[in-house]
């Protein structure tokens, strides 16, 4: 068998990956991830019993990013399929038909009675193709102890992919601390739709840039760089959790819930003061820095930023935005938000309805007997010259003709006939 030290050889197989029948390069993965070869006897061999299939320790190492699982046996792609879809592996089942992968390492079966071709044997290379660990067990039902594999890929030690990855991860978290000091300056304007945009942005990339850090924790060289990583990992944890909390404050405070707004907001002050308490991941080019940054938070206020530029520095952001002196603001712009809120919301039920309904006709009830409608009656005939109605009221004024009335006395004469003839003829 193979032995730790050694080159590992390449090979490409096909093999089934998320249900899939691809071609798999062994070259084309070392030298970004660890890969840990498991080589098995069979598809439903004798170990597969409870539901188990003597690959579920190595299943795990599915869930790092920087570990690559390659499970390989001599049954076809067809057979692996099956296989992966009863026990719901996640690991890619390649198809080693020949043999030639397993004499390649030194875990081929002699005894062609046996009826499979490789032996179990679980194979760690690093991201050099160096062979770094190896097991082999002495039955198929045998099954690799997943601690022992564990420590064996943390030991794995690649200075350069551990600054390769940091670089990476510091990349996302700068570009976390600019989305993040943007939504807090829309924060404290209360322009909640673009502070939980820009929170909910922040959030994603200090979530990357601790996946990145962790990686760089990893394959630490030395324990001076992974001391760095590690601080560098927490620093981005906490304010992903604190910008994840501030998304959701911002927008409950734009759905005018501010009661909500202003515990979320709460909530987010422990993560936030663990990011206090943490010096900024150093530059990628200066690491590791001369002068250890936790040792000169002594000498000065650990809000202040280590970087200067138009990036407003974003320890200095929390401790001035998010000081206990402007929560006061808070608390006021949730108050404002619960009023608008309740406001918006409030309904009449039937007995307030009857009361506003018994003031109306009180009120016009008053109106009514302060002006009273004055009666209809027939205007006495007014004399010439004089107005008919108040002065004050807003009518017309009527005005008689002087000559009117001789010239009615005129027309009533000729209706008579007498056509201004004298009674005496």
């Given amino acids: 068998m193979i032995e730790s030290g050694d080159e590992a050889p390449s090979f490409t197989l096909p093999g089934v990956r998320d249900g899939e029948i691809v071609d798999l390069d062994l070259d084309g993965i070392l030298g970004e991830k660890v890969v840990i070869l498991a080589f098995y006897p069979g598809d439903f061999n004798p170990a597969c019993s409870g539901g188990e299939t003597g690959l579920d320790a190595l299943d795990l190492f599915t869930m790092q990013k920087d570990v690559q699982v390659l499970a390989i046996s001599g049954d076809s792609v067809y057979s692996h399929r099956a296989f992966a879809e009863e026990y719901d592996l ?25 009826g499979y071709l490789a032996t179990r ?5 690093d991201h050099a193709g ?15 102890a997943a601690e ?21 991860g510091h990349a996302h978290y ?10 807090m300056n829309a924060y404290e304007d209360h322009e909640w739709m673009m502070a939980q945009t820009d929170f909910t942005q922040a959030a994603e990339e200090f979530d990357e840039a601790g996946e990145e850090f962790n990686t760089a924790v990893r394959f630490a060289g030395s324990a001076e760089t992974r001391t760095y990583f590690e601080r560098a990992e927490e620093k981005a944890e906490a304010l992903w959790r604190a910008a994840d909390w501030l998304a959701d404050s911002a927008s409950a405070f734009a759905s005018g819930e501010g009661a909500r707004g202003d515990s979320l907001r709460g909530d987010a002050e422990a993560p936030l003061e663990t990011a206090r308490d943490l010096h900024e991941p150093p530059d990628p080019d200066e690491m590791p820095p001369e002068d250890d940054p936790a040792e000169q938070d002594d000498e000065r206020p650990v809000h202040l930023a280590e970087t200067d530029g138009p990036a407003a520095t974003l320890d200095a952001d929390i401790d001035d935005r998010l000081g206990t002196d ?10 404002a938000g619960d009023r608008q809120d309740e406001g918006a919301g409030a309904e009449i039920d039937d007995e307030e309805l009857e009361e506003i309904t018994a003031e109306l006709e009180e009120q016009t009830e008053a ?24 002065a004050d009221d807003d009518v017309d004024l009527e005005l008689t003709d002087p000559t009117a009335e001789d ?19």
């Fill in 326 to 335: 402007s929560r006061e603001e808070t608390v006021d712009g949730g108050a």
């Fill in 130 to 144: 160096t062979v770094q660990y190896t097991w082999a067990g002495a039955h198929p039902e045998d099954v690799p």
């Fill in 121 to 125: 044997a679980v194979i760690v290379v």
């Fill in 148 to 168: 022992k594999l564990r420590e064996a890929v943390e030991d794995i030690g690649d200075s350069e992919t551990a600054q390769s990855r940091y670089r990476v």
């Fill in 90 to 114: 996640h690991m890619p089942l390649l198809s080693d038909s020949r043999g030639t992968v397993a004499d390649a390492y030194g875990v081929a079966v002699e005894d062609d009675r046996a």
């Fill in 407 to 425: 010239q009615e006395d005129e027309q009533q004469s000729d209706d008579t006939g007498d056509h201004g003839v004298p009674d005496s003829l």
């Fill in 174 to 183: 700068m570009e976390g601390r600019r989305a993040f000091t943007s939504a």
């Fill in 367 to 390: 109106a009514d007997l302060s002006d009273p409608e004055p009666e209809q009656e027939i205007p006495d005939e007014p004399e010439a010259g004089t107005a008919t109605g108040d």
